[in-house]
């Protein structure tokens, strides 16, 4: 006896088993172009579907976010924001999703897509378990007669009561809006802390993060700086820039790339140009695009021109050493917003100029006060204290009770005018040309277990277009001090000649 199997019964079988196989069917129902494929698809499919397996088969997570770093117009939202619920309700309809963006308004019309797709004649044809209940089918909430929901909210909103498993973060921010430090702080702690009490089962549920790159400090760079530090925070990173790049993650995705492109026909290299001229921004096209949040060309500092590897004269000894300067810019908030950073350089014998130590905190006024002196008691006696004067008058009080409170150091109060780039220009043009040296950490006695290396590295590389500005401001004020004639510092000086 034949068996007769229908059309849905074959999409049924082959869709089930297979993320990428369902958005291929399902393309056309939400998508008004025809599919056209790219490897990036399916691999990006393949990638959350093991993720979603271990959710469906509740075990126990591999990772705390799954972040996807991919440019506009690849596909990123169809995939997960408008496909991935349609799929995971074919597999199980009890299954809840919290659908982020950074407008609710987004969130809003992408639920509209997914909810459109489950309510198809093709998909219902398919998959009749799963239907829309009459009394929860909005365009922003809707759910399943089986106990399934799919949530929307703003990365600055609230979903208080209402919970997933399936969490996913689609453009956290907004490319075409200004980005500011509270608006940053305020989405990095919807994702960090917001999202995690909002999950039914915590062991289980990872979160999906799919977006273009913005700024330094973006939810992805905040989580993957935070996972440096904390081994626990464990990440899966996929990074897919439109052009291949040494960013390509994981590396061996380089292969894939035709021709140098991602997709050569979604981002051709004359759409390519064409968005690059629409953006009218380096930087903006760095981030949303090659997926870097500098320019192609880099910032202001080449920081593989630094000089490693070599150990310095012995910095305390002075007679080894033409000047040793520490220029300290302040910062007065604990543990929150601009860093103090104390910068020491040198200059040797030989003419050789190095970067001997970078003190950088963030704590209240009375602590700072306490650490600069500290350092400086490190430091000794030959090593010159400069301190930014700030201006206005309480920039000078500020100063003046610094350098008191560094009574016996040779102090200066450093007034600094214009622009803050301008000035670290003279800095900029030595590392760039391969003539500065960095000490190796922990050759000054006493602050032996700072580590300051990759906190300097990572504002250099990003500067002036990264978040933090502290280090490079105290460096370009180190270094103009330090190659100022000895007597503008307070040293043989010449006697006034003219004096009767």
């Not at 809003?108 to 219902?124: C, G, I, Q």
């Not at 040793?324 to 007065?332: E, I, L, N, P, S």
């Not at 301008?422 to 006695?445: D, L, M």
């Amino acid at each position: 006896m034949s068996v007769v199997f229908q059309h849905s019964d074959v999409i049924r079988s082959i869709t089930r088993k297979s993320f990428y196989e369902f958005c291929i069917e399902f393309w056309t129902i939400i998508v008004p172009d025809a599919y056209i494929p790219n490897w990036h698809i399916r691999y990006i499919c393949d990638q959350v579907q093991e993720e979603v397996e271990l959710i469906l088969a509740k075990q126990k997570k591999r990772y705390e976010y799954i972040i996807i770093n991919v440019p506009p117009g690849s596909s990123k939202s169809t995939l997960m924001s408008r496909m991935l619920t349609g799929w995971v309700w074919a597999r199980d309809a009890s299954r809840s999703f919290i659908g982020a963006s950074y407008a609710r308004e987004l969130a809003v019309d992408l639920a509209r897509d997914a909810r459109t797709l489950v309510k198809s004649e093709l998909y219902r044809e398919c998959f009749p378990d799963v239907q829309v209940r009459r009394d929860l089918d909005s365009s922003g909430t809707f759910g399943t007669t089986k106990g399934g929901h799919r949530y929307s909210t703003g990365t600055t909103g609230d979903i208080t009561g209402r919970h997933g498993d399936v969490v996913v973060v689609d453009d956290p921010l907004n490319p075409k809006a200004a980005i500011s430090e509270k608006l940053l702080k305020s989405v990095s702690n919807f994702i960090r802390h917001t999202l995690p009490s909002r999950k039914r089962q915590k062991a289980i549920s990872p979160t999906f993060i799919i977006m273009q790159r913005l700024v330094e400090n973006d939810p992805t760079g905040m989580l993957l700086e935070q996972a440096e530090s904390n081994e626990k925070l464990r990440i899966k990173h996929i990074c897919l820039p439109a052009t291949e790049s040494d960013l390509v993650n994981p590396p061996e995705m380089k292969r894939f790339y035709r021709d140098g492109l991602l997709d050569p026909i979604r981002l051709s290299r004359e759409e390519l140009e064409h968005q690059k001229a629409e953006l009218a921004s380096e930087f903006a096209y760095a981030g949303q695009y090659d997926q870097n949040p500098i320019p192609a060309e880099g910032g202001m500092f080449r920081i593989d021109k630094l000089i490693f590897g070599r150990t310095p004269p012995d910095p305390g000894n002075v007679k080894l050493w033409v000047k040793q300067v520490r220029y300290t810019d302040k910062a007065g908030t604990k543990d929150a917003g601009c860093f103090t950073a104390g910068f020491r350089m040198g200059k040797d014998l030989d003419g050789n100029i190095w970067i001997l130590h970078v003190d950088r905190y963030q704590k209240e006024p009375f602590a700072r006060e306490s650490r600069i002196k500290a350092v400086a008691e490190l430091d000794g006696r030959h090593v010159i204290q400069a301190l930014e004067q700030e201006p206005g008058s309480a920039g000078v009080t500020d100063a003046q009770a610094t350098a008191r409170n560094l009574a016996g150091y040779r102090v200066i109060l450093d007034r600094p005018t214009g622009a803050k780039e301008v000035r670290a220009e003279p800095f900029a043009t030595q590392v760039n040309a391969g003539v500065i040296y960095v000490a190796p950490e922990g050759c000054i006695p006493g602050l032996t277990k700072e580590r300051w290396h990759r906190p300097l590295l990572n504002e250099m590389k990003y500067y002036p277009f990264g978040r933090y500005k502290d280090q490079i401001d105290s460096g370009a004020g180190s270094y103009n001090q330090l190659t100022k004639p000895l007597f503008r510092v307070g040293f043989n000086r010449p006697k006034n000649q003219n004096r009767r």
